[in-house]
Antibody, heavy 120, light 107 residues
């Protein structure tokens, strides 16, 4: 049973860096067909794709986030991570990690989500 | 970015009703359209991919269709567990984008 689980601080101060990790179980993150991504959901902006990383380590991110995004993979821990720099209150959201089977594919497995609040 | 416009934003229906939700893309996305169901406190769940392919384990009362840049999700006979919010998502071009959602409520 494939499972994804997000972890990380629930509170981040403005201008600091948001860091989240997604642990994958029930399958290898080293799969050569899957992409691993981050999606967030807020009342104001709905569902928003943040970025993804593929099996070869290539990353893709949403231009709307103005190069604040870094996504990386740790194959030894079967995890992938998100860093979002220079956060503001607008980055307050429920953050999900998810898997897709290609760059033009849907997200077929999702984590349960973790709420991150940006506040001083 | 490709804009995805869903309608209606909410609807009220009764168990047993046939429900139709529409999603319109701002430009051609061919069949790269996916539908998700989200219940309160839960992550979105993939229902339909490639406009009309049913995800494994999803009941056959859910179906999808397309006509040009217009896509439709149909629930043939609404069940109590189907009251939720439904989202469309295009995966044709980056960034992938989602519709604003349609909340299906109990009449």
């Amino acid at each position: 049973q494939k499972q994804l689980q997000e972890s990380g601080p629930g509170l981040v101060k403005p201008s600091e860096t948001l860091s989240l990790t997604c642990t994958v179980s029930g399958g290898s993150i080293s799969s050569n067909i899957h992409y691993w991504g981050w999606i967030r959901q807020s009342p104001g902006k709905g569902l928003e794709w943040i970025g993804s990383i593929n099996h070869s380590g290539s990353t893709f991110d949403n231009p709307s986030l103005k190069s604040r995004v870094t996504i990386s993979v740790d194959t030894s821990e079967n995890q992938f991570s998100l860093k979002l720099t220079s956060v503001t209150a607008a980055d307050t959201a429920l953050y999900y990690c998810a898997r897709s089977w290609g760059s033009n594919s849907p997200f077929d497995y999702w984590g349960q989500g973790t709420l991150v609040t940006v506040s001083s | 970015d490709i804009q995805m416009t869903q309608s209606p934003s909410s609807l009220s229906a009764s168990v047993g009703d046939r429900v139709t939700i529409t999603c319109r893309a701002s430009q051609p996305i061919y069949s790269y359209l996916n539908w998700y169901q989200q219940k309160p406190g839960k992550a979105p769940k993939l229902l339909i991919y490639a406009a009309s392919s049913l995800q494994s384990g999803v009941p056959s009362r859910f179906s999808g269709s397309e006509s040009g840049t217009d896509f439709t999700l149909t629930i043939s006979t609404l069940q109590p567990e189907d009251f939720a919010t439904y989202y469309c998502q295009q995966s044709y071009s980056s960034p992938p984008t989602f519709g604003g959602g349609t909340k299906v409520e109990i009449k």
